[in-house]
């Protein structure tokens, strides 16, 4: 469905009726679930990315509701899936299928940025498949988005489980189409995506032979992961590059509010910072900063590796620089000469929305700060949580479903026994990694890590004359892996069809 003005309009009243209504929008504070840095999912209509031409779109009609017999519940929507058939060798040779599970996003972005598929598919003579989220893009039910996220009566059909069993129908339909019922699909996600993939591969181990989950925080729930894990990280990763610059932001944080409580301290920091418009408060120009250096940490890609871009920044001015002029030389060294910086024009996205609303339902990541990082402490609040996800739909979150539904707690002891043919792939310097699985399971459920490695960077298109060594390897372990499983399916069909 294509988004109107006039749906833009409504999109961006329903945004500040509820930030205005929030006063600590506690949900929303936690750092973004995406592959990469900058991404601001603009409305693929206003802004559309570029589409090679090899990809073909295609819409399935799905069932709204998958687990109920409700009358209401076999209502349909048309969702929205990508086919790439360049390189695939054909269901006659029992090629492999290799499906992106597409995130809290338009899926167009993803067609570019996603390079493991496309880099990949001459090797494996796969077929390429991405698919939308269910109210993500173009895959929106109740026949408009303004419909949809009307209240919590419509979204309540907004979760991750509905979203597997999604893939799961499409999939199946893609190989009965085809007649490639003997094809194996490889998932592959990220992020959000990444922990969709392996959640996958557990609940439908017949339609998905395995699954590669990159920067998956699975273990960020139900305090399986301490609380300050995404923080510490990220403290971690600023004091590795320079003392002097971790120490600089440790301590900018009340120098902060001791010139916001100055006569016109609020004019002076504007003025300092160069601020789009004067600054209410200083909590303003925090959570920019706050923002500014989780982002940089997250996505600490090769070769500009944004942490020492701004560790340069704030260490490179002369001495006499006060403490705030270096923060500032910090947003400069990482975001260039601007106008301004700090409160510009807000994009309000989809993802902005439909994120708010599954972090008040489902996904609720407890990250929060004690005194041991670089931020000031701001402990994870549920009570909080519950008060503003009820103020803003008229229904708690539940934040033990996640757990309940797809498990965590003694995830070695208890995958162990069950699962398998799943890559929980992470790079350490991302702050996500902390909720990640970074400990082989079993021997196919296996952890591939790397020290140096930011978010989602494995499934990133490769880049032969900056891409780091360790980096190659980490994707050439992914690889080998996959092929291994897919040897094995290979050998265990063809012994299973001499015995028909």
């Known amino acids: 469905m294509n988004i109107s003005m006039l749906s833009l309009q ?40 570029p589409v090679s031409e090899d990809f073909q779109t295609f819409f399935y009609t799905q069932t709204l509701d998958h687990f109920n017999y409700k009358p209401e519940s076999y209502a349909t929507f048309q969702q929205r899936y990508v086919v790439n058939f360049k390189y695939w060798a054909g269901a006659n040779s029992n090629a492999p299928i290799f499906v992106y599970l597409g995130a809290e996003a338009p899926l167009d972005g993803d067609l570019e940025i996603i390079g493991f598929l496309p880099e990949n598919a001459l090797r494996f003579k796969s077929l390429l498949v991405y698919i939308e989220h269910r109210y993500y893009g173009k895959s929106v039910p109740f026949a408009s988005r303004e419909a949809a996220l009307k209240n919590a009566s419509t979204l309540g059909y907004f979760n991750s489980a509905q979203a597997i069993a999604d893939y799961a129908e499409i999939i199946i339909h893609i190989k009965n189409k085809y007649q490639a019922q003997d094809s194996p699909v490889i998932v592959v996600g990220a992020s959000y995506g990444g922990m969709l993939a392996s959640w996958f591969r557990l609940k439908y181990p017949h339609v998905t032979l395995g699954a590669l989950a990159s920067s998956a925080p699975i273990l960020y729930f139900d305090d399986i992961t ?35 409580l100055m006569p016109n301290g609020l004019r002076i920091l504007s003025e300092k910072f160069k601020t789009c418009r004067p600054l209410s408060n200083s909590s303003e120009l925090k959570d920019y900063l706050d923002h500014m250096y989780s982002s940089a940490a997250q996505y600490n890609d090769p070769p500009e590796y944004p942490v020492t871009m701004v560790c340069g920044g704030i260490d490179g001015p002369p001495p006499e620089t006060d403490l705030l002029g270096k923060i500032f030389a910090g947003v400069v060294g ?19 929305l439909g994120w708010r609303w599954q972090t008040c339902s489902e996904m609720v990541i407890p990250i929060g700060r004690d005194n041991t990082t670089m931020f000031p402490p701001s402990p994870f609040n549920l009570s909080s949580v519950i008060e503003e996800c009820n103020q803003i739909y008229g229904v708690p979150p539940r934040p033990h479903w996640v757990t309940s539904y797809y498990g965590g707690h003694d995830i070695k002891l208890i995958l162990e026994r069950f699962s398998s043919n799943i890559i929980f792939s992470n790079g350490l310097r991302d702050p996500y990694s902390s909720g990640g699985v970074l400990e082989d399971i079993s021997d196919s459920v296996v952890a591939v890590h790397t020290i140096n490695g930011s978010h989602c960077l494995d499934i990133l298109p490769a880049n032969a004359s900056t891409d780091p060594d360790w980096l190659v390897k980490q994707r050439g372990i992914e690889v080998e892996i996959i092929e291994g499983w897919i040897a094995k399916y290979n050998a265990d069909l063809h012994r299973f069809k001499q015995k028909i």
Do not use: H
């Not at 929030?22 to 990315?49: K, M």
């Open 10 to 49: 409504w999109l961006l009243m329903i945004f500040i009726l509820v930030s205005n209504s929030v006063t600590a929008a506690t949900s929303s504070r936690i750092p973004r679930l995406s592959p990469v840095r900058g991404n601001t999912f603009l409305d693929p209509e206003i802004f559309p990315a």
């Open 226 to 260: 301490p609380q300050n894990g995404y923080y510490s990280v990220v403290t971690r990763d600023f004091r590795e590059v320079s003392e002097t610059c971790y120490r600089t932001i440790l301590k900018s944080w009340s120098e902060i509010d001791k010139v916001a």
């Open 334 to 352: 990482l975001r260039g000469n601007r106008s301004c910086y700090v409160n510009g024009p807000k994009y309000i996205s989809e993802t902005t």
